[in-house]
């Protein structure tokens, strides 16, 4: 890519995100959090976007609040017991205990509490996560599978971040390579299975059963 195109699309993230954000502020109600939802396949980019998300929120004065779907991680006895074809979809994340706390925020208008996580890298229950929600609060959640049916009402706006399966392979590819952190690692010669075997056909079952892409607000290229 050369730096004129670079620089171009560097602009115009960034009028998409400032664009973003003023919606969601004038949409915000007053004493009561914004929540939104950023939904894709593994590798399309939700974590740095809502990132920069929160980003152009926060330059406007806004508090954020990011939860990442990975912390709620199930323990491998549970995702890789069976099919895991179809674990991926069904058993990969505790997406009824998001869906709790986020029914909490709605109704309590705020949560300040400590939660306990898995460490993926020792599988053990050994990570703190401190939420400090307030009813002034842009709450961002980012992670794979967040547009379930179940949790449709949870969010007041979602984003779906399309890509490109190969351009997704090679952000998993960057990501992995960059060392140990709380995520889920796989060794190189692992992704190219795990997408073949595991990602793409739970992510196609995702997609028949919960229709992500249709049932999104806003549906965004991210490649």
Do not use: C
Request: proline letters at 4%.
């Amino acid at each position: 890519m050369d730096k004129q195109r670079e620089t171009a699309e560097v602009s115009q993230k960034a009028i998409l995100l400032n664009a973003l954000a003023a919606r969601m502020n004038n949409e915000k109600k007053s004493g009561q959090p914004y929540i939104v939802g950023i939904d894709g396949i593994t590798g399309a980019g939700k974590t740095m976007f809502a990132q920069s998300l929160s980003d152009a929120l926060s330059f406007q004065g806004k508090h954020v609040f990011i939860i990442h779907v990975d912390d709620f991680l199930n323990p491998k006895s549970i995702r890789y017991e069976g099919d895991e074809k179809k674990n991926f979809y069904s058993k990969s994340f505790n997406l009824r205990q998001l869906h709790t706390i986020l029914k909490r925020i709605k109704k309590q208008r705020q949560l300040h509490e400590d939660y306990d996580f898995l460490n993926p890298q020792t599988d053990t229950i050994t990570l703190s996560r401190r939420y400090d929600i307030t009813p002034d609060t842009f709450v961002i959640v980012e992670g794979v599978f967040v547009s379930r049916e179940f949790m449709r009402n949870d969010f007041d706006v979602t984003l779906y971040l399309d890509a490109n399966v190969e351009i997704a392979k090679h952000r998993a590819h960057e990501r992995n390579t960059a060392g140990p952190t709380d995520r889920e690692q796989w060794l190189p010669n692992e992704l190219e299975m795990k997408y073949q075997e595991k990602i793409l056909p739970g992510f196609a079952r995702y997609e028949q059963s919960s229709n992500p892409r249709g049932e999104s607000t806003i549906l965004i290229d991210n490649s």
